[in-house]
Nanobody
Framework: QVQLVESGGGLVQAGGSLRLSCAAS????????MGWFRQVPGKEREFVAG????????DYAASVKGRFTISRDNAKNTVSLQMNNLKPEDTAVYYC????????????????????WGQGTQVTVSS
């Protein structure tokens, strides 16, 4: 079992920045590919960013590429999402996700892959 707890959400004006953090506990953190997803009411949860077990490989949704950066610290069991130049359309509940991965370069890019979810943190971007 892996427990994921997100923090860092909040209200920010368009063009501003936020940094989300996810603290993991339980099984070996470095065995999991990690990702961030987001969801707005009435829509499916969508992929935002993913990072491999070692942190050497990353992937981003087209809508956030160049603005968001995912990173992880396996020594501290944390994964972060730095969000810059935020837009109103980034408003959503953001979820941290974990997927057990045998391949050290595997990426978590779909909700279906996910083994564990955090409880979510609200990000609201005002125009």
């Amino acid at each position: 079992q892996v427990q994921l707890v997100e923090s860092g959400g909040g209200l920010v004006q368009a063009g501003g920045s936020l940094r989300l953090s996810c603290a993991a506990s339980g099984r070996t953190f470095s065995a999991y590919a990690m990702g961030w997803f987001r969801q707005v009411p009435g829509k499916e949860r969508e992929f935002v960013a993913g990072i491999s077990r070692s942190g050497t490989d990353t992937d981003y949704a087209a809508s956030v590429k160049g603005r968001f950066t995912i990173s992880r610290d396996n020594a501290k069991n944390t994964v972060s999402l730095q969000m810059n130049n935020l837009k109103p359309e980034d408003t959503a509940v953001y979820y941290c996700a974990a997927d057990f991965a045998f391949n050290s370069r595997a990426l978590l890019t779909t909700a279906r892959q996910t083994d564990y979810w955090g409880q979510g943190t609200q990000v609201t971007v005002s125009s």
